[in-house]
């Protein structure tokens, strides 16, 4: 119940074109869905984050959309550049993450 | 500027011997953590505290040692009885009362 579940593994995306990550969890008591961005060599950094009242949010290319009845929620980046290559991490807590859970990341690649 | 600091950057150890990864903050966050991070694997948790003298066992604390002596340091040790130590070590640290963690930029332990 305490896991977070993220696919794809790995994703390929031309220039220009939109990146969809997808992330499902069990634990209805999760209330806090980060995404964060995570560089070669370099500590992840919080990228964007939603709570359960809404069902998209949306900053710049980065749009997380949430569905809570399904238990799932999702990374769009549109109009996906060559700088968006990292690994991507979502992320599900409670209680101001005193319960706290990654999913295994997704790297993506966006080809120039 | 406010963040997080590991050093060193690299760091290579001898089979059987012990290591001290360091992690200071200056964001006056109450909590903190540290990560594992393998290929494919995610982020796992080690060890994470709460307040100055107290610390918690994450899901892989065996060989694994912390302290919590100021609220701005929490190093790890980790110990011969480590029987893969090899991976990117994160420190990660947040306010009790906000959800998101802020990450330093990590430590590659590498045994030779």
């Known amino acids: 119940q305490q896991q977070v579940k993220q696919s794809p593994q790995s994703l390929i995306v031309q220039k220009g074109g939109i990146s969809i990550i997808n992330c499902a969890y069990e634990?209805?008591?999760?209330?806090?869905f980060p995404w964060y961005q995570q560089f070669p060599g370099k500590g992840p950094a919080l990228l964007i984050a939603?709570?359960?009242?809404?069902s998209e949010k949306k900053e710049g290319r980065f749009t997380i959309s949430f569905n809570k009845s399904a238990k799932q929620f999702s990374l769009h980046i549109m109009d996906s550049q060559p700088g968006d290559s990292a690994t991507y991490f979502c992320?599900?807590?409670?209680?101001?993450?005193?319960?706290?859970?990654f999913g295994p990341g997704t790297r993506l690649s966006v080809l120039p | 500027d406010g963040g997080i600091t590991q050093s060193p950057k690299y760091l290579f150890r001898k089979e059987g011997q012990n290591v001290t990864l360091s992690c200071e903050q200056n964001?006056?966050?109450?909590?903190m953590y540290w990560y594992r991070q393998d290929p494919g694997q995610g982020l796992r948790l080690i060890y994470y505290?709460?307040?100055?003298?107290?610390?918690q066992k994450g899901d892989i604390a065996e060989g694994y040692s912390v302290s919590r002596e100021k609220k701005e340091s929490f190093p790890l040790t980790v110990t011969s009885a480590q029987k893969n130590p090899t991976a990117f070590y994160l420190c990660?640290?947040?306010?009790?009362?906000?959800?998101?963690?802020?990450f330093g930029s990590g430590t590659r332990l590498t045994v030779v």
């Open positions: 990660a640290s947040k306010r009790l009362d906000v959800d998101g963690y802020t």
């Open positions: 634990n209805t008591a999760f209330d806090y």
């Open positions: 939603i709570r359960p009242d809404v």
């Open positions: 992320a599900a807590s409670n209680n101001y993450g005193q319960n706290f859970v």
């Open positions: 964001l006056n966050h109450d909590a």
């Open positions: 505290s709460q307040i100055v003298n107290d610390f």
